[in-house]
């Protein structure tokens, strides 16, 4: 199986004219998405707090976190962001995807929009 990229925008939510584009790394085994720390510096984007991951390796680390909107496929989220070292790979993680209605097609390596987002558990009253 080969890997899935797409171009998403990551925007400062406290000021939505700076934005930084890029070419992420498609990753369901990743809660959240990562991004290169210079980028989010340049668009003002500042750490609001610290969490600590478990790798595949069952290694932990710590992640300066904040939130911004993260925007692809003509669509956008609110998404914790990590900030990554400045040679990191930008990684488009699960919750992302998942809160757009969005899958992975791993027979085409593409994204795929769902007639609807998933809301497992809700009961109308």
Avoid at 13 to 26: C, I, M, S
Wanted: aromatic share 6%; hydrophobic share 45%.
């Amino acid at each position: 199986m080969g890997a899935t990229h797409v171009t998403v925008a990551i925007r400062n939510p406290a000021e939505r004219d700076r934005v930084w584009e890029g070419e992420f790394l498609v990753d369901t085994g990743a809660t959240d998405c990562l991004v290169p720390r210079a980028a989010l510096n340049a668009i003002g984007l500042q750490p609001r707090g610290r969490r600590t991951y478990e790798l595949a390796d069952g290694s932990e680390i710590q992640f300066d976190v904040a939130v911004a909107e993260v925007e692809f496929m003509g669509d956008f989220v609110g998404s914790t962001i990590l900030f990554g070292d400045d040679d990191a790979e930008p990684l488009l993680g699960v919750t992302a995807l998942e809160s757009m209605g969005v899958e992975v097609d791993p027979l085409n390596q593409t994204l795929k929009r769902l007639p609807a987002v998933r809301l497992k558990g809700f009961r109308p009253a």
